[in-house]
T-cell receptor
Framework: KAGVTQTPRYLIKTRGQQVTLSCSPI?????VSWYQQTPGQGLQFLFE???????NKGNFPGRFSGRQFSNSRSEMNVSTLELGDSALYLC?????????????FGPGTRLLVL | AQSVTQLGSHVSVSEGALVLLRCNYS??????LFWYVQYPNQGLQLLLK??????LVKGINGFEAEFKKSETSFHLTKPSAHMSDAAEYFC???????????FGAGTRLFVKA
């Protein structure tokens, strides 16, 4: 079974631009979660989608948004990029019918904002 | 609110020595607890998880962790460190009612030859 895939793997943008990251979950998984990882703040939860609905949201500004498609693929968008948005963005998929189920992580997209 | 505290941002052990990575959690409801490992430039890989079935949980690569409710701890151990264990380790918590995982700050493990 193929793992979680994230595209692109690396991205360079400039301040003020917007970016869209993509995540394809493991086949059959309907839950997709997004995390931001930085050296200063560590791993922070962005949001979680299940069956095209956002079920949970972390404490990030409205510039961070996401969506999930009917095939469970998910996209994350960041508008008006700031230098502080430079990070590794990780996507995780899970069956997540109930809390506490195992999440499987992709390799991440490393975003650099100049 | 849930939280996770990992004691020690860096831990250094000699090859063959005991590995002990500490994790304390805070949760108002029975938690699910996880340990993940992250190798450089990779995503996170699940080592083990506690789901209330047994307090001593065995994971991959010889790691295990013991859930101690009275101490609100979930420390990760391995009897004998290998060079390949050098990585960053994250403790995480979630609960039965939610689908939001809270991670600790991580502990980087160094293994000396």
């Amino acid at each position: 079974k193929a793992g979680v895939t994230q595209t692109p793997r690396y991205l360079i943008k400039t301040r003020g631009q917007q970016v869209t990251l993509s995540c394809s979950p493991i086949s059959g998984h309907r839950s997709v979660s997004w995390y931001q990882q930085t050296p200063g703040q560590g791993l922070q939860f962005l949001f979680e989608y299940f069956s095209e609905t956002q079920r949970n949201k972390g404490n990030f500004p409205g510039r961070f948004s996401g969506r999930q498609f009917s095939n469970s693929r998910s996209e994350m968008n960041v508008s008006t990029l700031e230098l502080g948005d430079s990070a590794l963005y990780l996507c995780a998929s899970s069956l997540m019918v109930r809390g506490g189920e195992t999440q499987y992580f992709g390799p991440g997209t490393r975003l650099l904002v100049l | 609110a849930q939280s996770v505290t990992q004691l020690g941002s860096h831990v250094s052990v000699s090859e063959g020595a005991l590995v002990l990575l500490r994790c304390n959690y805070s949760s108002s409801v029975p938690p699910y607890l996880f340990w993940y490992v992250q190798y450089p430039n990779q995503g996170l890989q699940l080592l083990l998880k506690y789901t209330s079935a047994a307090t001593l949980v065995k994971g991959i690569n010889g790691f295990e962790a013991e859930f101690k409710k009275s101490e609100t701890s979930f420390h990760l151990t391995k009897p004998s460190a290998h060079m390949s264990d050098a990585a960053e380790y994250f403790c995480a918590v979630t609960n039965t009612g939610g689908f939001k995982t809270i991670f600790g700050a991580g502990t980087r493990l160094f293994v000396k030859a």
